[in-house]
T-cell receptor
């Protein structure tokens, strides 16, 4: 079974600072996808960024970038220039060959002015 | 594009009652997923459909849960009879067949079973 680990406790980050959210995964699949989703207090799940296991470059989407280290099986999310609206839960997820998307437990981020 | 639509947004019911959650995926998407989110277990995949066919229902907790997708634009998740431990947020998500990338989530249905 696939396993996604997000172990950081709740994080406070100063507005305009960068924050890194850790994610490690465990799989024996050769081909898989890694995702990050944001869940604000309103509850919806918002897709942020995707990284394919065979992608050689780290994915970037605006202020979001994914630090993908395949050998270490880590896919950390970096949010640059934090904004108050970034306060939310952030979930790392992996889509293995079986297509059973597996989610981590999430990281709580609070951006303070 | 209206996005994934779920109804109802909130449901409060009594133990033993039947509950039906509804989902309309994004038009043109051919994969549909049902998830359950609780504090204790996080986000769990219950079942997913490809082209209206259930592909993997190993996440369905027990026989009280059933899901159908009679056509490409509609799916239901039914719980009968409901129990207090079924209280959770249930998300529906859809994905285009043209990409293996992101799933687009609906707003969720918050279910409370008393």
């Amino acid at each position: 079974a696939q396993k996604i680990t997000q172990t950081q406790p709740g994080m406070f980050v100063q507005e305009k600072e960068a924050v890194t959210l850790d994610c490690t995964y465990d799989t024996s699949d050769q081909s898989y996808g890694l995702f990050w989703y944001k869940q604000p207090s309103s509850g919806e799940m918002i897709f942020l960024i995707y990284q394919g296991s065979y992608d050689e470059q780290n994915a970037t989407e605006g202020r979001y970038s994914l630090n993908f280290q395949k050998a270490r099986k880590s896919a950390n999310l970096v949010i640059s220039a934090s904004q108050l609206g970034d306060s939310a839960m952030y979930f790392c997820a992996m889509n293995p060959e079986s297509n059973r998307l597996a989610f981590g437990k999430g990281n709580q981020v609070v951006v303070i002015p | 594009d209206a996005g994934v639509i779920q109804s109802p947004r909130h449901e409060v019911t009594e133990m033993g009652q039947e509950v039906t959650l509804r989902c309309k995926p994004i038009s043109g998407h051919n994969s549909l997923f049902w998830y359950r989110q609780t504090m204790m277990r996080g986000l769990e995949l219950l079942i997913y459909f490809n082209n209206n066919v259930p592909i993997d229902d190993s996440g369905m907790p027990e026989d009280r849960f059933s899901a159908k997708m009679p056509n490409a634009s509609f799916s239901t998740l039914k719980i009968q009879p409901s129990e207090p431990r079924d209280s959770a947020v249930y998300f529906c998500a859809s994905r285009s067949g043209r990409t293996i990338n992101e799933q687009f989530f609906g707003p969720g249905t918050r279910l409370t079973v008393l």
